[in-house]
């Protein structure tokens, strides 16, 4: 398995809290992507990375910021957390060199927000 | 939303038989990618056709692509009881961005 690390697994937190959500690899890959998962959805990016300090929103960006100050981890904050983010959240990594490189995914942060 | 659909939603089929599922998706591609989640995990790549192939196989999977249809199909044979999963299409407009169908859920009966 890809060498990638989120934590903390389950949260439980109250509406209007910030909540931040870790994702860490050992793999040395360049892009690191947000994902979640809802039901009827499917997985839809939040937030991508392409290197260090570089950066990018995805398809459901609002409300959801990132960072990454190092290549090993990218970090994802809710600054003010509200019922709707209620769901699955995935980190992914994709490295090498061309397109089509596959993604490897952590198992997931279940973040319950009530 | 640019969002590919898998059909069916889902397929139950018993142990032994061949579980065919489908993909499409509404941008042109680079390359379209197939992954499974078991229950409570991530997702895990299973295979990367690209745009100028037409079929590919892994083990006991094969890939179609249909570029002028814009769908691609998963073909799963002689499942196991173990390859009871949610697959997943991805596509790769870009070099390093995808983007994921909803899913079938694949139930396989002992």
């Known amino acids: 398995d890809a060498g990638i690390t989120q934590s903390p697994r389950h949260k439980v937190t109250e509406t209007g809290t910030p909540v931040t959500l870790r994702c860490h690899q050992t793999e040395n890959h360049r892009y690191m992507y947000w994902y979640r998962q809802d039901p009827g959805h499917g997985l839809r990016l939040i937030h991508y990375?392409?290197?260090?300090?570089?950066?990018d929103k995805g398809e459901v960006s609002d409300g959801y910021s990132v960072s990454r100050s190092k290549t090993e981890d990218f970090l994802l904050t809710l600054e003010s957390a509200t019922s709707s983010q209620t769901s699955v959240y995935f980190c992914?990594?994709?490295?090498?060199?061309?397109?089509?490189?596959?993604?490897?995914f952590g198992d997931g942060t279940r973040l319950s927000i009530l | 939303s640019q969002q590919g659909e898998e059909d069916p939603q889902a397929l139950s089929i018993q142990e032994g038989e061949n579980a065919t599922m489908n993909c499409s998706y509404k941008t042109s591609i680079n390359n379209l990618q197939w992954y499974r989640q078991n229950s409570g995990r991530g997702l895990v790549h299973l295979i990367l056709?690209?745009?100028?192939?037409r079929e590919k196989h892994s083990g006991r999977l094969r890939v179609t692509l249909d570029t002028s249809k814009k769908s691609s199909s998963l073909l799963i044979t002689a499942s196991r009881a173990a390859d009871t999963a949610s697959y997943f299409c991805?596509?790769?407009?870009?070099?390093?961005?995808?983007?994921f169908g909803k899913g079938t859920k694949l139930s396989v009966i002992p």
């Open positions: 992914a990594i994709s490295g090498g060199q061309g397109d089509g490189q596959p993604q490897h």
């Open positions: 056709i690209r745009s100028n192939e």
């Open positions: 990375s392409y290197g260090v300090k570089d950066t």
């Open positions: 991805a596509n790769g407009a870009g070099s390093y961005q995808l983007t």
